[in-house]
């Protein structure tokens, strides 16, 4: 995941780690779950934008209110 930010915010890859993060938000797991999203968030395009929104209507409460505010989050940027 940190290898994956850092190709990111150098310019590497902009959206490497993109397919890694939708898996983790489809996982059982929920600490996957929310590390999926912060890295969907991270990244901000259209695809991870997509994925977010199907999050936001997670039946977890939890992970649905962390995929609405990163989806605010990017909405604001």
Known sequence: MEIDKAERFLGISPNTGR??????INSTD???C??????????GDKESV?????TT??????VAI????????????
């Open 57 to 62: 209507e997670d039946p977890d409460d939890l």
């Open 30 to 32: 929920k600490s996957l």
């Open 19 to 24: 397919d890694k993060a939708i898996d983790w």
């Open 66 to 77: 962390h995929a609405k505010f990163a989806m605010d989050k990017l909405m604001r940027k």
């Open 34 to 43: 929310l590390k999926g999203i912060a890295v969907l968030a991270d990244i």
């Open 50 to 54: 997509d994925a977010l929104r199907h």
